[in-house]
Structures are given as structure tokens and as C-alpha cells.
């Protein structure tokens, strides 16, 4: 096991009706005025915005909304939602959403104290140093960016997916309430479940050391989202299934499972997000077409890791049988694994090798992560 320093500053309140308790919370950190951060609508139609207005209200915290996040977030947003932040003196950014109000509420977060582009922390030009205190009430588990420090922009003028992260961005708190999750759709419940593997298998794979009890970690997790996952394709409404669901989703990604490993990166997560900047297709969706692909290119680079999945999450012997079985198990729950069936044409493939490899280059991935590499691993899908 390598050295490593492991901090997670986010407090998380996990639990019915915890978001009746966010204005309370606020007034104790001290906060006065927030912006209020959330996607399309959903909140004010089942209630959930009028409750934490209501919280709000009765904590005397005073908010400034802004609305319209959406999947895969953009930077124009997020310039607008900075330009809102610094002309009405907000003291924090509160983010009712899914991953992507959160990652934008981050953005925002990092760009409100700066008076240069927010952008420059994604393409490395500059260093998160400060940034508003962030907090979040989760609507859907997935990205868990309720625990993390990340955030994931795409910028839609140069048609760039990229990401930054910085333990000042992690929320202070984190409400996770599993019954706010409980109208997500089949849909984005399947590319919830790609995600969170996504984010158990990337440094289980590529770590060049990755303790055993690491190994046992993410194993864990992909069973538990393999069995929650299954229980809520027939039952949405099970409470249990839906919080095992949500909390196994925050320990993906949290920093936990990759301590004390040594070597490991992201490269599904690197293609995908090309995928997704081209073609905006959903995230997990995207996911679930390069997992697979990626998985038989790379197998032969780690062969006994592969086997050890194959058998101790699947029950398989082999290394491509345990590929097979992910794959099938993505189908099964209707996530798309294949380009064509993401609506995505194979004559696009230079294209998004192009603008994977040029992330690949922003993560020093670009030696093993060429333009001809990733062309091959798309051809696979």
C-alpha cells in the first residue's frame, strides 16, 4: 500500500426529510445569502423547491435563484451564474439537483472569488486558492459529487468536456434524502448505475499497486449497485434499495476507494466525456458504451485484475467472460453499448479520438491514450 493523506470535509445528513432541516443548517454556518442553484424544473413540481424556500424562510436566509441546469452543464451558465454571484454580495452557493447543479454550483463556487476566466482552472492555467462554501440537497445519485471536490464543465464553444478538482470545492454539507430520488427515471437509474461502476473500476484497473482490501472495496460497491439496481428496475419506490443505492454512489467517488493505491487514472471517463461533448449524449449512457470497449482493449495490461473481477462480481473464470457479463448486465437494464446504439455514427470515431486524446494530453495520459489507441477502442464498440 502506497502513502497517502485522506481528508473528506463534507458533512453528510442522511435521511427523510432532511432538507426541511438546510436553512437551519446555513444559520449555523453563518450564512446569510445564498444562491440558489437548480436544473430544469423537476423541484418545483414535486414540491421540493417550496420546502427548502420554506427552510429558508424561517432561518432568515435571504437567496437569489438561478435556474435551468442542465445534463452535461455548461460553461455559458456558469458565466452567467458568476456574473448574478458577484452582483448581489452572495455569501455561499446551495445546489438542489443531481451532479450537474452540483459541478456547476463548484464552478461557480471557484469563479465568484476570482476576477480571471473560470475556465482557466479547467484547462490548468490557474489554481483553485479560494472558493464560496458549496451545499447541496441531492435529488439523484450518481456522480457523487455531494462528497467530492470535483466538477465536470463542458465549455460549448470549443466543444470541450474537461474537469477540475479541489478539496475546496468539496460541499460543507450534503443533504441525501433517498425519497427525493424516488421519481428518477428507468433511464437515469441504468446510467447512475454506469457511473458509479465507472468511478470503482477506473483506478481498480489502472492502479499500478492496488491493495487487496481496495479491490474489496470497489467489488462491494459494483454488487451493491448490481443488486439495488435490479431491486429498484421493479420496485422505484423502495426505500431501502434507494438509500443503499444513494450511499454506495457517494463512496465511489469520494476519495476512499483509490487510497493507498498507486498509478491508477481515468481513461473511460476521458473518452466519455469526448462522447458527450460531441454528441451531448448522457453521461452514465456514454459510460456504457466505452466500459466494455475499453475493458477488451486493456485486459491483456492486467490480466489478473480482470480475472479477479470476472470471478468475485460475476462468479466467471476468465477475463473476457467477466467483460461479457458487465456488458450484458448494462443491456439488461437499458443502458446503450454500442455507438449505434447511442446514436452515435462510426464515422465519427477520428473525431472523438481527437478530442479525447487532447484531455488525454490536459491528464498525461497522451503517450498510452494516442489518437490511433482510442480509435481502436472505439472500434470495439
Known amino acids: 500500500m502506497n502513502d497517502f493523506s485522506y481528508y473528506n470535509p463534507t458533512r453528510i445528513e442522511f435521511g ?20 440558489l442553484v437548480y436544473g430544469t424544473g423537476s423541484i418545483k413540481k414535486n414540491g421540493l423547491y417550496q420546502r427548502v424556500i420554506a427552510s429558508l424562510k424561517k432561518a432568515g436566509i435571504e437567496y437569489v435563484e438561478f435556474g435551468g441546469i442542465v445534463s452535461n452543464p455548461l460553461l455559458s451558465a456558469v458565466y452567467d451564474a458568476i456574473t448574478l454571484t458577484k452582483s448581489n454580495s452572495i455569501d455561499a452557493v446551495l445546489g438542489v439537483g443531481g451532479g450537474s447543479v452540483i459541478d456547476s454550483c463548484k464552478a461557480i463556487a471557484a469563479g465568484a472569488v476570482v476576477e480571471t ?10 489554481v483553485v486558492e479560494k472558493a464560496l462554501p458549496v451545499y447541496t440537497i441531492v435529488t439523484l445519485a450518481a456522480a457523487a459529487s455531494e462528497m467530492n471536490g470535483n466538477s465536470v464543465i463542458t465549455n460549448e464553444v470549443t466543444q470541450q468536456k474537461y474537469s477540475i478538482g479541489s478539496v475546496l470545492l468539496n460541499p460543507k454539507i450534503s443533504i441525501v434524502n433517498p425519497e427525493l430520488m424516488m421519481s428518477v427515471t428507468k433511464d437515469y437509474l441504468a446510467y447512475s448505475a454506469v457511473d458509479i461502476i465507472a468511478h470503482s473500476i477506473e483506478v481498480y484497473f489502472t492502479a499500478t499497486d492496488h491493495p487487496h482490501f481496495q479491490s474489496r472495496l470497489v467489488e462491494s460497491i459494483i454488487k451493491s449497485v448490481i443488486e439495488t439496481t435490479e431491486i429498484l428496475m421493479k420496485d ?26 498507486g498509478g491508477g487514472n481515468f481513461p473511460n471517463h476521458m473518452i466519455e466525456h469526448a462522447l458527450s461533448a460531441l454528441f451531448n449524449i448522457a453521461h452514465g449512457a456514454g459510460l456504457a458504451i466505452v466500459i466494455p470497449a475499453w475493458m477488451k482493449w486493456y485486459k491483456d495490461k492486467n490480466l489478473l485484475q480482470f480475472e479477479r473481477f470476472a470471478k468475485e462480481v460475476f462468479g466467471k473464470e476468465t477475463a473476457d467472460e467477466g467483460i461479457t457479463a458487465l456488458q450484458q448486465w448494462f443491456d439488461s437494464i437499458g443502458a446503450p453499448v454500442s455507438l449505434i446504439k447511442g446514436n452515435i455514427p462510426r464515422e465519427a470515431i477520428p473525431d472523438i479520438a481527437q478530442n479525447a486524446n487532447t484531455l488525454g494530453k490536459l491528464w498525461g495520459m497522451e503517450n498510452v491514450y ?4 482510442i480509435e481502436d477502442i472505439l472500434k470495439n464498440a
Open 236 to 261: 422505484p419506490t423502495n426505500y431501502d434499495a434507494r438509500a443503499e443505492f444513494a450511499w454506495v454512489s457517494s463512496q465511489a467517488l469520494n476519495g476512499l476507494t483509490s487510497s493507498g493505491t
Open 117 to 126: 476566466d473560470v475556465w482557466d482552472f479547467f484547462i490548468n492555467k490557474a
Open 16 to 35: 427523510r426529510d432532511k432538507e426541511n432541516t438546510i436553512g437551519e443548517l446555513l444559520a449555523h454556518d453563518g450564512i446569510k445569502r445564498v444562491l
Open 370 to 373: 494516442t489518437v490511433k489507441s
